[in-house]
């Protein structure tokens, strides 16, 4: 998974990136940005060490690698040294998969993250390109993160239950604990509503839930999400968005899902056929 910032693959991929650790696959992070910008009273110094701490957590937490290319927060450009960093690191870990942001976003690290990937794709089997470190003979499947940008509009190829580690997935959240306890909570004005308690904030951070009992949620349900800024409905948002998905992939089990993680496939990535989803997307 390639991000732009420390937290950005947990957020829009860590649920299957839990799925496939428990599957027995290798998972790396990287965060192409060192998480020097996000907060409101940290000086770059100091946030970035305090998120390199958080990430840790994760890894610790979850078995899944991470990495950071130490780019200084907002300050991303797809350039051509930054491509071929890109190349050469894409060549030396040498994945199957690859997930990352789409073009279109609001943040210009985000976009130029995407660029970065897209301009790499095909550079990756080009020899004579970064000479230094050997060629992939084929371009990974590349998959977009899910996000709510309409032009275009996100298309969900493959929609992914997360109900099985969305403990989980929270308890990896709780780790970035400047970012899901201060800084966002600062940038929407919520600062003073996160409890001290760390039981009670993470509390908070799920808060409001998504209800048990069957209550079947529509897009309109989705409001409560966009209005607290955190919240379950954050997780539950592909399950209710694309539950056609769901229920073509899974049956009658994708009626119930609650949570999940919806990706689109890259045109720049190797295609993704019948054959490979089984192999990528085992779950
Ligand atoms: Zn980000």
């Not at 910032?5 to 192409?32: E, T, W």
């Not at 539950?243 to 045109?267: H, M, P, V, W």
Request: hydrophobic share 35%; proline share 6%.
């Amino acid at each position: 998974m390639i991000g732009a910032h420390p937290d950005d693959n947990d957020f829009r991929s860590g649920g299957i990136a839990l799925k496939y650790i428990q599957a027995g696959h290798n998972v790396r992070f990287l965060s192409v940005c060192e998480g020097c910008g996000g907060h409101h009273e940290m000086s770059p110094e100091k946030i970035r060490e305090r998120r390199k701490g958080e990430f840790k957590a994760v890894s610790e937490l979850t078995g899944i690698e991470y990495d950071s290319m130490n780019i200084p927060d907002c300050e991303v450009i797809a350039d051509l040294e930054t491509r071929k960093k890109m190349v050469r690191y894409i060549r030396e870990y040498n994945p199957d998969i690859i997930f990352t942001h789409r073009n279109n976003d609001y943040h210009a690290d985000h976009r130029n993250v995407a660029l970065l990937v897209q301009d790499a794709s095909y550079l990756l089997i080009v020899p004579n390109f970064c000479p230094e470190v050997c060629a992939l003979k084929e371009t990974p499947v590349i998959m977009y993160f899910y996000d709510g940008f309409k032009n275009p509009v996100f298309q969900a190829d493959i929609v992914i239950p997360t109900d099985d580690v969305i403990d989980k997935k929270y308890e990896m959240f709780d780790c970035h604990v400047s970012q899901v306890y201060e800084w966002l909570p600062f940038t929407n004005g919520v600062l003073d509503q996160v409890p001290t308690d760390p039981k009670e904030r993470l509390e908070w951070l799920r808060s409001p839930k998504v209800p048990r009992d069957g209550t079947f949620l529509k897009e309109e349900d989705l409001k409560i999400f966009i209005a607290s800024n955190n919240s379950e409905y954050r997780e539950a948002t592909s399950a209710i968005k694309y539950r056609d998905k769901l229920i073509e992939r899974y049956g009658a089990a994708g009626k119930t899902t609650l949570f999940a993680e919806a990706f689109q496939i890259s045109e720049y990535g190797k295609p993704l056929t019948e054959e490979n989803i089984k192999l990528l997307f085992p779950f």
